[in-house]
């Protein structure tokens, strides 16, 4: 959360008061978001825990979102503003998969997991769910954040639409490579012995997180449409603002604006 809530922060305060600065240093952003998507994710391969894969996942889908903000455009704008939107959701899909598997075999690590899907197809159906998502598969949530982030990024420089693809790619690398050791395969006495399928309560859960997902993932328009005017506002504050000069003065008047 506290992470998503500083790429809020880039959006809503750091770009619209000091436009120039954004303008004249984004290429220096967008390393950043670069290297931390690029950082965040080999750390992620190299986990066994789904807990930690989680969280260094969660570093490197940042960065594609600094980097949507960065492209200084609306389509970057809408891109890296849904991403945060989606990130949430699934997010918080795969953090409820890595406690469900917490309840039944403790600590989520590879060495204990193993053919869950032979005994809790549901709950393997869900994880492979939400980690298509969040590669950005077709018709769920993440494909039109990811989509609308490589635009507004090629727009700005053709080498940052194909930084945000290497981090789609690695996304893909670390995700289904887990889902593959975990989920698949012949089952390990642990999973055999206390893994069993969602509780009526998990299931209410898990529907309510796919259905966001595919709602927005299919139904994007309205979404879009919403955050437009404010992003449109906003893209023009970059392109008037850029050069000005900053003072205490019209950054008063900026925040009493908004």
């Given at each position: 959360?506290?992470?998503?809530?500083?790429?809020?922060?880039?959006?809503?305060?750091?770009?619209?008061?000091?436009?120039?600065?954004?303008?004249?240093?984004?290429?220096?952003?967008?390393?950043?978001?670069?290297?931390?998507?690029?950082?965040?994710?080999?750390?992620?391969?190299?986990?066994?825990?789904?807990?930690?894969?989680?969280?260094?996942?969660?570093?490197?889908?940042?960065?594609?979102?600094?980097?949507?903000?960065?492209?200084?455009?609306?389509?970057?704008?809408?891109?890296?503003?849904?991403?945060?939107?989606?990130?949430?959701?699934?997010?918080?899909?795969?953090?409820?998969?890595?406690?469900?598997?917490?309840?039944?075999?403790?600590?989520?690590?590879?060495?204990?997991?193993?053919?869950?899907?032979?005994?809790?197809?549901?709950?393997?159906?869900?994880?492979?769910?939400?980690?298509?998502?969040?590669?950005?598969?077709?018709?769920?949530?993440?494909?039109?954040?990811?989509?609308?982030?490589?635009?507004?990024?090629?727009?700005?420089?053709?080498?940052?639409?194909?930084?945000?693809?290497?981090?789609?790619?690695?996304?893909?690398?670390?995700?289904?490579?887990?889902?593959?050791?975990?989920?698949?395969?012949?089952?390990?006495?642990?999973?055999?012995?206390?893994?069993?399928?969602?509780?009526?309560?998990?299931?209410?859960?898990?529907?309510?997180?796919?259905?966001?997902?595919f709602w927005i993932g299919l139904g994007t328009a309205p979404f879009i449409q919403a955050m437009r005017p404010?992003?449109?506002?906003?893209?023009?504050?970059?392109?008037?603002?850029a050069g000005a000069p900053v003072t205490a003065g019209n950054i008063h008047a900026e925040v009493r604006g908004?």
């Open positions: 959360v506290g992470v998503k809530l500083g790429t809020y922060g880039l959006l809503r305060f750091a770009i619209p008061l000091l436009p120039d600065a954004a303008s004249g240093w984004f290429w220096l952003m967008a390393l950043l978001g670069v290297a931390g998507t690029v950082y965040g994710a080999l750390l992620a391969l190299g986990q066994s825990n789904l807990r930690r894969l989680l969280g260094y996942a969660s570093l490197s889908h940042m960065g594609v979102v600094v980097l949507g903000l960065f492209s200084l455009n609306l389509t970057g704008f809408e891109g890296g503003l849904l991403q945060m939107v989606n990130l949430g959701i699934v997010g918080a899909g795969l953090f409820f998969v890595a406690g469900f598997l917490s309840t039944r075999v403790g600590p989520p690590e590879i060495k204990v997991l193993g053919g869950v899907i032979h005994h809790a197809p549901l709950l393997t159906g869900t994880f492979l769910i939400i980690a298509l998502a969040s590669i950005g598969l077709p018709g769920t949530n993440g494909f039109n954040g990811e989509h609308l982030v490589m635009l507004g990024a090629y727009e700005q420089h053709w080498a940052m639409a194909i930084a945000s693809g290497v981090g789609v790619f690695l996304t893909a690398a670390y995700s289904l490579s887990y889902f593959q050791r975990g989920f698949m395969g012949t089952a390990r006495p642990a999973v055999a012995e206390r893994v069993y399928d969602l509780t009526s309560s998990e299931r209410g859960i898990v529907l309510t997180l796919s259905a966001l997902i404010s992003l449109t506002a906003l893209e023009e504050r970059v392109e008037e603002g908004r």
